[in-house]
C-alpha cells in the first residue's frame, strides 16, 4: 500500500481510484485518507506513549472533509495526551453495550407491579387496590420502563385522576410509588447497585403541594339513632339466610369493633366457647387481637356453632374463599330499613365511640380498641399495665347493653333454642 503526503481537498478524494493507498495530509500532520479496494476513508496516525496508533474517523461520503478535519484536531489533540482514541471508542461501545443490557434488565411498569404482587404478602382488598391501579388508572404506561415515568407524568396523571375522585387519585400515586420504591431494591445489576433511578418520582406531589386533601371519615351511628338501627337489624328478613349469616356479622362487627376484612374470615379457631374469648389478627401489624365475648355475643356464636360445619364463623357456599365477602347490598337494604345510612367501618367507629364514653380507665379502654400506643407514641407506661380480662368483660357486656337495648336479654334467650 503506498503512502503519500498531498494536500488534501474534496476534489482530490473524490478522483482517487480505489487502489489501496494512504494519502497523508500536508497541512494537518497525523491526518490521512486511507484509499481500499471498496471505500475511502479518513483516520490519523500518531504515536501514543511510543506506540504509533491508526484512528478510523470516517467513511468519506458519510462525512465531509471539513468535518473529518475537526475530528481529526479533536483525536489529535487526546492522542499528544498520551491517550488512545481507540481504547477510549472500545470502553464507549462497552459502556454502551452496558446500558442497553441495563435497560433491558429493567422492568416495565407493568411487569414491576406483577413482580410486586407476586412477591408481596398482601391482603386480598389490597390486592385488588393494586390490580385496579395497574390495570384501569396506569394501563397506558405498561409497557414504559419503570424509571421512564417521569414528575412531569406523575403530575399530569394525578391532576387527570383527580378529576375522577381525588381519594382514587392519591390512592394510585401512593401504590406506585411503593411499587418504585420496593422495585429500587429489588432490581439490582451485577455491581449489586441498583438498576433504576433511585429517585421516587411521585415526590414530585410533595415537592409541589398538590396531593390532595381529602377529609378522613368520621361518622358513625348515634345512640339516638342506635333504637331504630337495631330494631331494623333484628327484624331484617333475608332470603336464603336460614342461618342468619348476614344480620349475625353486621352484629359482630358492631359489638367487636373488628373490621370487615378481618371479621369476613374469621375461622372457627378464633373462637374459643369454653373461655368465651374472640381473636382477630390485626392487619397493620399481624398480632392477635383478643376480647372476651359479652354475654349476647357468647350466645350468638354458640347458636352459630351447633348449626355450621364450615371452617368459618360467617360461611358462604357461593363465595370461592368459603366466607362471605362485602355484603354491601345487604347493607343498602338494612339502610333503607331504618334510614341510618352506615358504613361496615361506621360499626367499628361506634363501637369506638362507645367504648370511649364508658366510665373505665384509659388502658381498658386503649385494650377494647387495641390500640397500642398513644397518638404522641410517648405512653412507655402501656407496656408495663395489664387490664384483667374481668374488667374487659364488664366493658363489652356494657356495650352490649347500649347497642342492643331491651333486645339483649329477648335475643339471649330465643338464642339459647335455636
Known amino acids: 500500500m503506498s503512502s503519500q503526503r498531498v494536500k488534501l481537498t474534496k476534489s482530490f478524494i473524490d478522483q482517487l481510484e480505489l487502489v489501496p493507498s494512504i494519502y497523508r495530509d500536508s497541512e494537518l500532520i497525523g491526518f490521512a485518507v ?26 468519506h461520503g458519510n462525512i465531509t ?25 472500545r470502553k464507549r461501545i462497552v459502556e454502551e453495550d452496558e446500558r442497553i443490557n441495563t435497560e433491558k434488565q429493567k422492568p416495565t411498569v407493568k411487569a414491576a407491579f406483577d413482580n410486586y404482587l407476586n412477591l408481596k ?11 385496579i391501579v395497574r390495570d384501569k388508572y396506569l394501563a397506558d404506561w405498561h409497557n414504559f420502563k419503570l424509571d421512564e415515568v417521569s414528575g412531569k407524568m406523575i403530575q399530569e396523571k394525578h391532576a387527570e385522576l383527580s378529576q375522577r375522585s381525588k381519594a382514587q387519585a392519591n390512592m394510585a400515586m401512593r401504590v406506585f410509588s411503593a411499587i418504585y420504591n420496593f422495585s429500587v431494591e429489588h432490581y439490582l445489576g451485577e455491581d449489586d447497585q441498583p438498576l433504576l433511578v433511585p429517585y421516587n418520582p411521585t415526590k414530585t406531589l410533595s415537592a409541589r ?7 378522613r371519615r368520621k361518622t358513625y351511628i348515634n345512640e339516638d339513632q342506635l333504637s331504630d338501627w337495631i330494631r331494623a337489624i333484628f327484624e331484617y328478613q333475608d332470603r336464603g339466610q336460614a342461618l342468619e349469616t348476614n344480620r349475625d356479622f353486621i352484629l359482630t362487627l358492631i359489638l367487636t369493633g373488628f ?24 392487619p397493620k401489624n399481624a398480632e392477635p387481637h383478643m376480647l372476651p365475648m359479652g354475654e349476647f355475643l357468647l350466645e350468638l356464636m354458640k347458636k352459630r356453632r351447633r348449626n355450621i360445619q364450615s371452617e368459618f364463623v360467617f360461611p358462604s357456599a357461593k363465595s370461592q374463599s368459603g366466607h ?12 333503607d330499613l331504618c334510614a341510618v345510612k352506615f358504613t361496615f367501618h361506621d360499626l ?6 362507645i367504648a370511649e364514653g364508658l366510665d373505665y380507665g384509659h388502658y381498658t379502654i386503649k385494650r377494647l380498641l387495641n390500640h397500642k400506643k398513644d397518638s404522641d407514641d410517648n405512653d412507655m407506661t402501656s407496656e408495663y399495665i395489664q387490664v384483667s380480662d374481668k374488667r374487659l368483660y364488664e366493658a363489652m357486656n356494657e356495650i352490649e347493653d ?17
Not at 472533509?65 to 489529535?76: D, M, S, W, Y
Not at 403541594?209 to 377529609?215: D, G, Q
Not at 335475643?411 to 339459647?416: A, D, Q, V
Request: proline share 2%; with cysteine.
Open 209 to 215: 403541594k398538590v396531593w390532595n386533601k381529602i377529609k
Open 121 to 131: 404478602s398482601l391482603k386480598p382488598r389490597t390486592v385488588q387496590d393494586y390490580i
Open 348 to 353: 367499628r367507629r361506634t363501637f369506638g365511640s
Open 259 to 282: 373490621r370487615r376484612d378481618e371479621c369476613e374470615s374469621l375461622p372457627w379457631s378464633s373462637i374459643d366457647l369454653k373461655y368465651g374469648t374472640i381473636t382477630s389478627i390485626d
Open 65 to 89: 472533509l471539513v468535518q473529518a478535519r475537526e475530528i481529526a484536531r479533536e483525536k489529535l489533540l487526546l492522542m499528544s495526551q498520551g491517550i488512545n482514541p481507540n481504547e477510549e471508542k
Open 324 to 335: 362471605i365477602v362485602n355484603i354491601s347490598k345487604v347493607r343498602s337494604k338494612i339502610n
Open 34 to 59: 486511507r484509499v481500499n479496494v471498496n471505500y475511502k476513508s479518513y483516520i490519523v496516525e500518531k504515536k501514543v506513549l511510543g506506540k504509533t496508533v491508526r484512528s478510523t474517523i470516517g467513511l
Open 402 to 418: 347500649i347497642v342492643l337495648k331491651h333486645y339483649k336479654a329477648e335475643f339471649i334467650e330465643k338464642l339459647k333454642q335455636q
